[in-house]
């Protein structure tokens, strides 16, 4: 990858971080509260959903930004040496280097592949709107997915000293909000989370592309 393309993905990255941190903090706000064991109210409800916007923006630029300098460079090294069959797992290679979560697993590969397929549909390269339309897609079936890790790692959070989630152990985690609330408890939060990461997809990647087009 070349000096100038590298740039690109590090201040187009950091653009598209701050924007979709700005516009959807509220929202991720709401779902931690639904997925909280104390209930929506009592913890907090609607109030103060736009405390901390501030120090989330700004922290967000370096980590987008670092993030998607990693993974050009990573898929840009990897499409050397491999074959059209195993694209998708170098982009997912590509995605874990840039941040190890199994959000970034399925929604990166996916996101690749509906802009390929997409391409190849109607004969040329995606425009930024078309790669923000597939983020929305990939990132509201990577929420759904990861919901149940996301409510345990909510729980683990607000979980009490000394108690049986404040050890860290996901599956524990999980195995206790199945016996206590079943599968509605697992997806607890999980329309709100699927809406802000699809509309967040939708920001987040679109406005990458498109900053990332007018860089280069």
């Known amino acids: 990858m070349e000096l100038r393309e590298s ?4 201040a187009a990255g950091g653009v598209a971080g701050v924007c979709v941190d700005l516009i959807l903090f509220p929202l991720d706000t709401v779902k931690t509260r ?3 064991p104390q209930g929506f109210r ?5 109030r103060g959903i736009y405390a901390g916007v501030p120090s989330t923006a700004i922290g967000s630029f370096p980590n987008a930004a670092a993030f998607f300098m990693t993974y050009e460079y ?10 059209s069959y195993l694209t998708p797992v170098t982009h997912m290679v590509a995605a874990s280097f840039g941040e190890v979560i199994p959000f970034s697993l399925v929604q990166f590969p996916l996101w690749e592949s509906l802009k390929d397929l997409w391409s190849w549909k109607q004969g040329h390269v995606v425009d930024s709107w078309q790669s923000a339309v597939c983020g929305a897609f990939a990132g509201g079936f990577a929420a759904a997915i990861t919901t149940p890790l996301d409510v345990a790692k909510t729980r683990i959070m607000l979980a009490k ?15 206790g909000i199945w016996r206590t609330q079943g599968l509605s408890g697992l997806f607890a939060g999980v329309v709100p989370r699927m809406t802000a990461i699809s509309l967040g997809g939708f920001i987040f990647l679109g406005t990458y592309e498109k900053t990332r087009q007018l860089l280069l």
Request: hydrophobic residues 45%; positive net charge; glycine residues 14%.
């Open 161 to 175: 000293a000394g108690s049986t989630n404040a050890s860290g152990n996901v599956l524990a985690a999980l195995g």
């Open 34 to 36: 639904l997925q909280s």
């Open 74 to 83: 990573v898929k840009s090294v990897l499409h050397h040496s491999s074959t």
């Open 7 to 10: 740039w690109a993905a590090l």
């Open 42 to 46: 009592k913890a907090g409800g609607f």
